[in-house]
């Protein structure tokens, strides 16, 4: 059997294949085209989403050929020219890419990725492209709300067992650290990506031995210097912290020990963390800390802190390594021009009964603009890609959804969004680290309002067209309609 590992060329949609095919005979393979990677809403109804995936698509993009059992298999279907698979057996990615950086702040409607390649090229990268970018932008973008709903206590994704699958497990770790967790569970993230490992015992630890002391005691003497406890394999308040208590005192106390930590993962979370802190501060282990889990998500812990739950530490499973309440981020991958001969682009525009549905044609850019007063973010502007935004003069940006408000920027600066990741097929995006990243997406949260950032009803960001961009969509809407 195929080693699918090493070579995820196939993992494609299989009308990429029967398109290709069909650009390759009728001489359109190397028509230049456009495609943008953008989304239509964010989820959980948010104020924003993150960007994550790119490092991926990057190893993917590098990596991409057809070997011969690829190609044997494609002869085996029966509908694939011979020229057209002589073809693939040098198949290489040969054109442009551009993307937003992992880490990066987005919002609905704005291109997060434009791939700019010849047709049979930028049509075949699709799938995985929005596999990539799709899976990770949406575990990244709960995990930030997760970590922001805990108040600046450390979270740590647990979600492993729970993911679809060994690569959401790895990769849904690696996008959680992106959006600012701690650590994982997740031993192989570690390995390949660098997000802290982290964890201490399960129930059945505390069942192995003959009773819950010995099993905490024993546990002290192993790991002196990271002994956190779970305390609710049979009664919390009972019998779990005070046996924790005694094997504190007993092994670490006399070391000179004053790290340690319980976690609780059952039960009232605000009424056993505040008894277990009465119970531990009356003992003298003013330093021990309480982590909880148990099927949390950003509304529990933020209800949690709401009624003052004595926590220190949050361990989140299922609920992140799913985005369980929204498990579909939605990205999709759209034709938005071509070039004729001459180089000259065209754009193109496909409409729907759905307004929604309505893309936003020709090659574009992203402008981000920054009140030079606060530094806040105050609106995105999508541009022709021959268009500069001059910074030096007032601009008016108009609410996508309620084009009936404006607001007048003057004292803006203006960065543009999409930076170069593939030219002419060579990657020149030198890849960040995953502590770069999560720094990066730390600094971008910085830059948001803070009515952006409500679970609940956030505050609607302006994403706008550039007045050349409104016309030449509105145009095409209206030759459309004759």
Known sequence: MK?????????????????????????????????????????????FAIAAGLEQVVEYINDLKFDDDDIEYLRSKGIFDEEFLTYLKTFRFTGDIYAVTEGTVVFPGEPIMVVRAPAIEAQFIETYILLMLNHQSMIATKANRIVRASEGRAVSEFGSRRAQGADAAILGARASYIGGCAATACTIADQVYGVPATGTMAHSWVQMFPDEYTAFKTYCEAYPTNATLLVDTYDVLGSGIPNAIRAFKEVLLPRGITKCGI???????????????????????????????????????????????????FGVGERMITSKSNPVFGGVYKLCAIEDKDGNVIPKIKISENAAKVTTPHF???????????????????????ETVDDTKPLE???????????????????????PIFENGKQVYALPDIHEIREHCRREIEFVWDEVLRFENPHNYYVDLSQKLWDIKNDMLHKMRK
């Open 3 to 47: 080693n699918i590992s090493r070579n995820l060329t196939m993992l494609c949609d299989f009308y990429e294949l029967t398109m290709a095919n069909g650009y390759f005979k009728t001489g359109m393979g190397d028509t230049i085209a456009y495609f943008d990677v953008f989304y239509r809403e964010n989820p959980d109804n948010a104020g």
């Open 263 to 313: 976690r609780l993962d059952s039960g009232d979370i605000t009424y056993l963390s505040k008894k277990a802190r009465k119970m531990l501060d009356e003992a003298g282990l003013t330093e021990c800390k309480i982590v909880v889990s148990n099927s949390l998500d950003e509304y529990i812990i933020s209800d949690l802190m709401r009624q003052g739950a004595k926590v220190d530490a």
């Open 397 to 419: 940006i108009f609410d996508p959804v309620h084009t009936w408000k404006r607001k007048i920027l003057t004292d803006f600066t203006a960065r543009e969004l999409l930076v």
């Open 364 to 386: 574009k850019k992203v402008y981000r603009l920054y009140s030079n007063d606060d530094k806040k973010a105050e609106a995105d502007l999508i541009c022709v890609f021959d």
